[in-house]
């Protein structure tokens, strides 16, 4: 079992940075690959971006290549999602995962294990 708890969103202009943490508690960290994702009101949950067990490989939607880097400290049992030149379209509930066994196909149906998420807006 792995407990995910995501901290650092809030309400920000546009063009400005956020940088999300996700600190993990239970089974060893650096044994999951991590991911994180989005839910805007009315909409499905999407993926944003993941990262493999040793953070040696980064993954990313379309929509925030470039802008937005995901990272991890496994010393730290945390991952981290640096928010650049955000938008208003990024406004959105923000959601760690970890996955045992990635899927790499489909990131979000690979997850075992979330977050309750935290809330991003961003302002125009």
């Known amino acids: 079992q792995v407990q995910l708890v995501e901290s650092g969103g809030g309400l920000v202009q546009a063009g400005d940075s956020l940088r999300l943490s996700c600190a993990a508690s239970?089974?060893?960290?650096?044994?999951?690959?991590m991911g994180w994702f989005r839910q805007a009101p009315g909409k499905e949950r999407e993926f944003v971006a993941a990262?493999?067990?040793?953070?040696?490989?980064?993954y990313y939607a379309n929509s925030v290549k470039g802008r937005f880097t995901i990272s991890r400290d496994n010393a730290k049992n945390t991952g981290y999602l640096q928010m650049n030149s955000l938008k208003p379209e990024d406004t959105a509930v923000y959601y760690c995962?970890?996955?045992?066994?990635?899927?790499?196909?489909?990131?979000?149906?690979?997850?075992?294990?979330w977050g309750k998420g935290t809330l991003v807006t961003v302002s125009s």
């Open positions: 990262i493999s067990r040793s953070g040696g490989s980064a």
């Open positions: 995962a970890a996955a045992e066994t990635p899927n790499y196909r489909n990131w979000i149906y690979g997850m075992d294990y």
């Open positions: 239970g089974r060893t960290f650096s044994s999951y690959a």
